[in-house]
């Protein structure tokens, strides 16, 4: 069997992980923790099934990365508001429910590993206060509506 | 008594002249710039901190958001956006001693020296800390949003510094620059 010829093109399998991948994707949180999941935590390597097929591994590596750094650049320079609201979307979007969601990300702070491994000490620590302070607003956010919601639960039908 | 006197006056024309000389230093983002000097500095590890990432760490827009929220979750923001803020300037002081104590070690080597740009880079240099210890105070006082503009001028110098650096590694011999490059060991951790 002939050996597959893969593309050596960086930029079009950037483009390629966009079009395919991360356009379905709800909000920009939601794509920084999707590209950091394709990376191996003992190497620092990324891979992708459908990337691999069509390029070789250190192609579809460096375009991961790339992006994964694009993708944690654009939450680094949103508004906070902005960074509230992709929080808000992902946790709606999970599969658990958003109070779970709050809960886990509070404790064991996954928010941690999904940043770029070569990210400088200020970027790290602005988006992980970042994180910390949406927390902390959408906590208070449940808490507000849910005596609210036990309220509703209560009148008559 | 008139000694005193005198004295006080002229440390008074003192800070008058450094405050004029502070007004006009540009706080806004500086002008195009070579790009094998800026490689140059990037090779030697001289890369400062992003100004937008500033910007953004002592937004308004930001605090105006959160002023909305309960009093804890603003001061929760506060002190982090404080804690963040004194790491970023920690950073650009970094950057800034780094780049001028390279720029004092090639300026050794040069055969030319202009005395009227040595002595700008130096009234620059002292402007730089002290603006920096103050807006580091600001910020420590207050908040880094009430040093918005402290904060802008203190990386207006840093970059007015860097340029100057930038400005010398141009004008410099290939073969001296050649010779320093490996010598020169920039610290690998930013204290």
Known sequence: ?157 | MTTVLFLAAGFCLLLLVLYLFLLSVPSTEHSARPAQAEETLRTLSFEFPSRLLGERICSRQDLDFVATESHDLQQKFLRERKTVMFLWLQDVRHSVVQVVDFYRAAVRTSASVNPVVEIRLAANYVAFLLLWEIARGLVWIQNPVAAQRIISRVFGIADQLSLATEGLIIALDPSVLARMKPTWQAPSQKG
């Open chain 1, 1 to 157: 069997m002939p050996d597959r010829v893969r593309r050596l093109d960086v930029a079009e399998a950037m483009e390629d992980l966009q079009e395919r991948t991360l356009a379905g994707l709800p909000c920009e949180l939601a794509k920084l923790v999707y590209l950091a999941s394709t990376r191996d935590y003992n190497s620092g390597l990324y891979y992708h099934d459908g990337l691999s097929f069509q390029y070789t591994s250190e192609v579809a590596d460096a375009a991961l990365h790339s992006i994964h750094k694009e993708v944690f650049q654009k939450l680094l320079f949103i508004p906070l508001e902005n960074f509230v609201g992709n929080l808000e979307i992902f946790f709606c979007t999970s599969h658990s429910h958003s109070t779970a969601v709050l809960d886990v990300w509070k404790k064991l702070e996954p928010y941690r590993v999904v940043i770029p491994q070569d990210s400088d000490a200020v970027s790290r620590e602005f988006f992980f206060s970042n994180v910390r302070i949406a927390l902390a607003i959408l906590e208070r956010r449940q808490a507000k509506s849910a005596p609210q919601n036990q309220q509703s639960a209560l009148l008559p039908q």
